[in-house]
């Protein structure tokens, strides 16, 4: 098994309910090991009036990576998030995306791990930093702490607390 790392958000919805029905669907894929607090967000590269919850969660599963990416992607449908053909970002129920996949880099046109923008992105950082702050970025070569301090993105990240799944 390995050692996985998944982002949450969502900013449709009753936001927290949407965060612990994809925290026990996930669940049935592996054993979830730790989950962050959860942090309210502005949008990042989109305008919205509706803010986001977002969170991290560790898992530890067998299932590969190109199976877990569809996986999640059933996951999302179940909650009723449903992919517009939009340019760009858009409101969701729920997103689920595949931070890191232990140390593995995987680049095809389905799937690129680690995600490609986790240095561009408080909302994830802040989360993944509570869990793993020492976890090294197998592309860039600094952990995720250092990622943290050296990332440019100037959104607030708000904590808001925990949640029980």
């Known amino acids: 098994m390995g050692i996985v790392y998944l982002s949450l958000g969502t900013n449709l919805g009753e936001r927290e309910l949407n965060l612990k029905s994809a925290i026990n669907e996930i669940g049935a894929l592996g054993s979830i090991d730790q ?12 305008r ?11 898992i530890d599963t067998d299932i590969p990576a190109n199976q877990l990416i569809n996986e999640c992607l059933k996951i999302e449908a179940i909650l009723g998030r449903t992919r517009g053909y939009a340019l760009g970002y858009e409101s ?3 997103d689920i995306d595949i931070l890191f996949y232990g140390a593995e880099i995987v680049s095809s046109d389905d799937l690129i791990i680690p995600h490609p923008h986790i240095q561009d992105r408080k909302f994830i ?20 702490s250092e990622i943290l301090k050296s990332s440019s993105d100037q959104c607030t990240v708000n904590r808001i607390g925990t949640i029980v799944s």
Not at 39 to 44: F, G, I, L, Q, V
Not at 48 to 58: A, D, G, P, Q, T
């Open 35 to 46: 989950i962050s607090s959860v942090y309210e967000t502005e949008p990042w590269g989109f």
């Open 48 to 58: 919205s009036e509706n803010k986001f919850l977002n969170m991290v969660i560790e």
């Open 92 to 94: 969701r129920i729920i």
């Open 125 to 144: 950082l802040e989360p993944l930093n509570e869990l793993a702050p020492n976890f090294i970025h197998p592309v860039l070569g600094k952990t995720v």
